[in-house]
């Protein structure tokens, strides 16, 4: 009888503590943009186009060799 006190407590205090990490979760703002990880695939990555002049050329092709 003692165990299932014991047993009931100890759960009682991971529910609380489960409770209050997910509250703390909530208020911090966690769960704030719920639209964008659904969709996050969907976009395309931002490719920027570097212009390389031919001083940059020369020294690749030299580095090569």
């Known amino acids: ?14 529910a609380i503590g489960f409770l209050s990490a997910f509250l703390w979760a909530v ?16 976009f395309d990555d931002t490719v920027k186009k570097i212009k ?6 020369k020294e690749n092709k030299n580095h090569k060799q």
Do not use: A, C, H
Request: charged share 15%; no cysteine.
């Open 27 to 42: 208020k911090s703002g966690q769960f704030e943009d719920d639209y964008t990880p659904s969709v996050r695939m969907l």
């Open 1 to 14: 009888m003692t165990m299932i006190f014991m047993l009931t407590g100890i759960s009682l205090i991971l």
């Open 52 to 57: 390389p002049n031919s001083k940059t050329i």
